[in-house]
Every structure is written in C-alpha cells, then in structure tokens.
C-alpha cells in the first residue's frame, strides 16, 4: 500500500526544514539509497536518499516551502497500488492527526493538508469544533486558531497573528496564510528612543527584526557551551615576519594565493604531531582518541557563522588546504553546504584579523576541546637577546576545555603550535 515520506531529521537539533529541489518527479520510479531531494536546514543543503522502494505517486511539499520534522512531503507508491491509494493514505493521514490532536511524526505541528497545499490545519478534535473566526483573535472573547508552525512562522518573522484572516477551515491561520502576510500584519512594534529636550520627534528610531533560524542555532549551541563547558585560555604571541616573508615568495609564483588563515590551519595540524595525545575529543563514556586532525574553520556568512571541516589536514599540503578551504567557504556563502561538511572536526580555528582584531577569544564547539582565535598581525617592540627589535606580531588564543585537556598538555600544543608559525618552513615539510 502506499506510504508516507516524511520530512527527515538530517541535522542535529533542527525542529524544521525546507525542500531546497526535488530530484525526482511524479511517476518516477526510485529504489532504496537513490537521492530524491536536497533538504535546506539552518545551515547546510543535505541530500535526502530514499528509504523505500516504490514509485512517487504525488509530491506533497513543493521545493521551496519548509515543513517540520517529521511532516508528510511526498507518497510512494508500492507495485500495484494505483493513484487511488494516494487519496487513502492522505486520508488515513488526516484522520490520525484528528484523533491525536496533531499531525503525526516527531513534534508534529501542522496538519497534512496544510503541508500539502490544501491550506488546512488540524489542531484537534476540540479546535475543529469550535465556530469559524473570520479575524482571528482580532474580536474580544474569541479564540486564535492557527497551526503550531503557523505560530512559529510568524514569531520568527515578527506577523502579528490577531491582525490576519486565516484561510483554512474555520477560518483557521496556515502556515501559507503567513508565508503570504502583508507588511500591515507584522508585529514589530517600534520602540520609541528618548527625544533630546528641545528636539522635535521624528519618528520611532528603532524596530524589532525577527531572529532568523540560523541566529536562534547559533545562540541555543554557544550558550549550551558557555554554560556547560569549563572554558580556560591560553594567549601566545607569535612573530611572524619570516611567515609573511614566506607566503609572498610562494604567493609570487602562483595564480591562486595562499592566506596566512591557510598557513595556521596547517601549524594547528603539524602540532597535534609533537602533542598527539591532545588529538582528542571529549565523550561522557572516555576520551575520543583520533589518528588524524579534521579542523573546523570559523566562515562568517550573511547568515551567521558557519564552521566546515577540512579533513585530513594533518596529510595535505598548504596549497591543498588552501583550495579546499576556499571551496568550503564557497559553499557556506551559497548555503550549499552538506550535513558532512559540518560534522567530525576535531579542533576549530576562528580567524579576525583581516578586520584588524588584535587579540580575542573564542567559544568552544562541543566536543571539540580547544579551538584557536587568530588576531591581527600587527608591528610591534619586542625583546631579542637582551635587545630591543621592531616585529610582527601575531596574537593567538587557545580556549580549552578543562575536562579534556589539563593546562600543562594546552601550554604544550599552543608552543608546538607557536614554534611552527615563527619557523614556517617546519611546516611544508
């Protein structure tokens, strides 16, 4: 008989996600591990492969629009079932989110109706036995119908729900009715500033921006790390002139420059070489011992931060590091990332020099222990054997995480990591 394909869960914490393109067509016949859609999360674009055997009888969400986990998106048909079976399965669908209160499938939040374009919810049995509300909300002593991802939607997008007419049954708000909301319905509230004494008001100077998915990702995980993570840091001072002085010979003979982020990416993996045992991750169960290094970089986008991995970096040479991490960086700025590209780093490198940052520290990426926050290189006094010479000077902080790692094995590996960035030819070798 015919079954339901779900919206899968294809990153960690995410609650929803969209059908970046459907790579399969109604009537399309499919087998186990085929691809049949990309799906956009907050941060990356996944490849979705099919679970089950059959023929895509209708394709329920169409590419572009979002859904949450576990919501109907298409319906596959076995051998022998006939177009017929679609409408049953839809139906059967309906019924069970009836008689459950919602949609089934994890956190389910919106009816399949609505997710299917028909622009209905179903919130209970109880919520469809109340009278329809032409204004939902807007009258006093009547009650707001909307879907659970229709009010989610909206918080997001700042969409006063009271000042909108629903078009599903009852009157009921759908996730489409706010997808389409005019600018009149949003519910960001400008909040006044004080006016000088004297001064003519001209107008509210602030207004509220709703959070992106993206931001509210970015908050939930570094405030879980900040609050869960026992951080120290360690700050050395690393001269870097003969690094300089190598990246402009190198640089002179090639089309494709390497940076200085390049150079330190390949000093962090050089020295997991003279400090292996902090090549590690931290695991409530024990210490997760790794043979090679796969280093998370910090790529700032529209969005918000992002951080791919480069694998294998322990293996490749600076140029290589250099090409893969413009490609990864390329993708970020696409939002074309996969759900690869961001997991398994082993330790992180956050670079802000290039804004002219001196020095800063960064928030550790569980269950990475340390991760390496690169400033600016900058001229400066510094001592040489009892002398006083000009150098460039390049500030790094080490954030660790004190469960994993003691101070003294940190200390270790920031000075392995300092010796290779003053003696650079120690790394291309």
């Given at each position: ?21 459907w ?18 999360t ?38 022998g ?21 919602t949609?089934?499938g994890?956190g389910?939040?919106?009816?399949l109706?609505?997710?299917?374009g ?8 109880a ?36 000042a909108?007419?629903?078009?599903g049954?009852?009157g009921?708000?759908?996730r ?19 006016v ?6 001209s ?27 026992p951080?120290?840091?360690?700050v ?9 002085a ?7 003979t ?43 970089v ?17 293996s ?9 991490i ?7 700025h ?7 590209d ?10 802000l ?23 600016a ?23 660790a ?8 094995l940190a ?5 392995a ?6 003696n650079?030819?120690?790394i291309?070798?």
């Open positions: 008989m015919a079954s339901i394909v779900r919206m899968p869960s294809v990153l960690a914490g995410a609650e929803e996600a969209a059908i970046a393109t790579l399969v067509a109604e009537g399309d016949e499919i087998a186990v591990g085929d691809p049949i859609a990309e799906i956009e907050e941060k990356a674009v996944v490849e979705y492969a099919a679970e089950e055997s059959g023929t895509i009888g209708r394709i329920v969400l169409e590419a572009g629009a979002s859904a949450a986990i576990g919501e109907p998106i298409a319906v596959l048909l076995a051998a079932d006939s177009a017929s079976e679609i409408d049953a399965a839809l139906g059967a669908q309906g019924g069970d989110a009836q008689n459950s209160g949609a089934s994890p389910g939040s919106e009816s109706a609505e997710a299917s028909a622009d209905e919810s179903v919130e209970g049995a919520a469809l036995a109340e009278p329809a509300v032409a204004v939902a909300g807007a009258r006093a002593g009547e009650r707001l119908f909307a879907s659970p991802i229709a009010r989610k939607l909206a918080a997001q997008r700042g969409i006063e729900l009271s909108m007419i629903g078009t049954p009852g009921r708000i759908t489409r009715d706010v997808a389409a909301a005019p600018t009149h319905a949003r519910s960001a509230q400008p909040v006044p500033a004080p000088p004494q004297g001064a003519a008001a107008g509210p100077a602030t207004e509220l921006v709703a959070h992106t998915g993206m931001r509210r990702a970015i908050a939930r995980r570094l405030t879980q790390s900040k609050a869960t993570v951080h120290f840091y360690l050395a001072e690393c001269r870097v002139d003969e690094l300089l190598l990246r402009a010979r190198v640089n002179a090639r089309e494709n420059r390497i940076s200085v982020n390049d150079f330190v990416v390949k000093a962090v993996a050089s020295a997991f070489e003279s400090v292996p045992e902090a090549n590690v991750t931290w695991t409530d169960e024990g210490m997760l011992q790794h043979r090679t290094v796969d280093i998370s910090a790529v700032a986008t529209e969005g918000g931060l992002v951080t791919p991995v480069v694998r294998d970096v322990d490749r040479s600076v140029s290589d590091i250099a090409a893969g413009r490609e990864l960086a390329a993708r970020a696409g939002k074309r990332l996969k759900q690869e961001l997991e398994g780093g082993t330790f992180s490198v956050s670079n020099g290039m804004y002219g940052t001196v020095e800063f520290a960064a928030i550790l990426n569980p269950p990475q222990w340390g991760i390496l926050a690169v400033g290189a900058k001229k400066q006094p510094v001592v040489v054997d009892d002398e006083l010479v000009p150098a460039t000077v390049m500030r790094c902080t080490l954030s995480d004190h469960r994993a790692v003691d101070g003294a200390a270790r590996w920031l000075a990591f300092q010796e290779r960035i003053e650079p030819l120690t291309l070798v």
